[in-house]
């Protein structure tokens, strides 16, 4: 957000400062307009550049979530993985107990990754 805030800062000055080079008056004065922003940040003056800055945050935070959700969804396919693994290995041993086995080898690494991720996550 700070990179786009200068560069749009920066890019009104240049305007204002081509438009005093050409012999007129600066359009949007950029230090003044800040000034009077942080003097009275609740005037209904200002709101056309909160709702300006809130339509630049609100595409952003929703890229953020969507790319949240692509992490949750990729750290959780071993847990899918290990469970269609065990049906699989559950299927092709007839008369075998490979419930410890599967679980031990599958099931309980993937838990435990996903927890561990979730956790670090969190924190």
């Known amino acids: 957000m700070f990179p786009l805030a200068a560069i749009t800062a920066a890019a009104i000055s240049l305007a ?7 012999g007129g008056n600066a359009k949007l004065p950029v230090v003044p307009l800040l000034q009077a922003v942080r ?20 595409p952003s935070l ?13 750290y959780l396919q071993p847990v899918f993985k290990a469970a269609l693994s065990a049906l699989e290995i559950a ?3 007839k008369g075998e107990d490979i419930t410890k086995d599967t679980l031990l080898r599958y099931l309980y690494p993937a838990l435990a990754a996903t927890c561990v991720t979730a956790f670090i ?3």
């Open 62 to 74: 929703v890229h953020i979530l969507g790319g949240l959700v692509g992490l949750a969804l990729a």
């Open 91 to 93: 299927r092709t041993a």
């Open 16 to 22: 204002n400062w081509s438009a005093v080079l050409g």
């Open 121 to 123: 996550a969190l924190f």
């Open 39 to 58: 003097g009275a940040p609740a005037d209904l003056v200002f709101y056309w550049i909160y709702l300006m800055l809130f339509s630049t945050l609100f």
